[in-house]
């Protein structure tokens, strides 16, 4: 993997990771064996207000900018679709991606959440309705039980169960959202293999014969007013698997998807992205 127009300062002291993991409350995995390399990318990003976390999982290595907003914990906003999808098939409350919902005919901003909805076309769309509708029939109970399971973020959904990841009382780091996203790749969550299988599926982005690109936008606001994106996912190139979790602020426009480009720009410079056809 190369990592071009970037400026390393490489630490190959195994108990760095350790120690990042056990700062926010989370195991750290086989630390000794770890190596942390921190990254300047403010050039891709803009600002500082920004992080990454890429973690390479069959080396064991992790590959983080800015590392002290890497723990800091925000509203996860969309990407919680990625747990929300897997607990609601889960639960049985969705048969599987092509599970309907009719649209309510309460227009909305964006043209794409105005018209009946597929979990798959939900995902891809990141229709909010969809899934506070999917919310609503897993439960209170259901729901505070997975998040338990799964260690997600503070898992409080205090603030209303079909608002607690919108910008309010859930809270996730970047670097928990990689821990969250290994133990999907490992199958170490409490989901079955055909769940987890249905929505790895509708994560897709983009793939050639040898690398796909899975991943999940969000766009919030933060409490002070400014604007939050994230993007999360993984990508699987030539037998190896990269996990990735980045998000920004400060900037006037941010969004997940300003957030996806920035990081594709990176994975490209790294030669990770899928191969142009």
Known sequence: ????????LCFTVGFMVGIVFQTVGIPAYGADENQVEHVDLRSFFGTDQATFVFHDLDRMTMTVFNSARAKLAFSPCSTFKIPNSLIGIETGVIQ?????YQWDGVRRAIPTWNRDQTMRTAFQNSVVWYYQRLAGQVGEERMREYLQKIEYGNQDISSGLT???LSASLR???IEQVVFLEKLVRDRLPFSERTVGIVKEIMVLEQDGTTVFRGKTGSGTLPDGKPLGWFVGYVEKGGH???F???QDTVPGTNGMMVRDTVKQILTAWDLMPEKR
């Open 172 to 174: 996730i780091s970047a």
């Open 1 to 8: 993997m190369k990592k071009t127009r970037i400026q390393c």
């Open 245 to 247: 979790a980045a998000n």
């Open 241 to 243: 698997c990269y996990l």
């Open 163 to 165: 608002a607690f990841w």
């Open 96 to 100: 599987d991606a092509s599970h309907p």
